[in-house]
């Protein structure tokens, strides 16, 4: 069974930087696609970057030059760097990965959410 395990969110001060990382685990043959979405109270899920297997792309206007996303392949493992945090930016970060498992299965999976909370 496949599972996404996000941690690493949190209470941060504007101006902070938190570090959102997400392991895929659990009968997994290969990953194409791992990236991370977000959503805001009221608002609708929106991607915020994703990392093929060979790049990587902030995709929210709204965080470029703030974010970072990265991957380790080996660790099956997808990363976001989020630095000068804004209370804009406060919602819960979804894990997201498009996996094939070792039935050959491909299938997209989420993780359970963590919540990014940033104070004014």
């Known amino acids: 069974q496949v599972q996404l395990v996000e941690s690493g969110g949190g209470l941060v001060q504007a101006g902070g930087s938190l570090r959102l990382s997400c392991a895929a685990s659990?009968?997994?043959?290969?990953?194409?696609?791992m990236g991370w979405y977000r959503q805001a109270p009221g608002k609708h899920r929106e991607l915020v970057a994703v990392c093929t297997r060979v790049v990587c792309t902030n995709n929210a206007e709204s965080v470029r030059g703030r974010f970072t996303v990265s991957r380790d392949n080996a660790k099956n493992t997808v990363y976001l760097q989020m630095n000068s945090l804004k209370p804009e930016d406060t919602a819960i970060y979804y894990c997201n990965a498009d996996v094939t498992d070792r039935l050959g299965l491909t299938r997209t999976y989420w993780g359970q959410g963590t919540q990014v909370t940033v104070s004014s």
């Open positions: 659990g009968g997994i043959f290969g990953i194409n696609a």
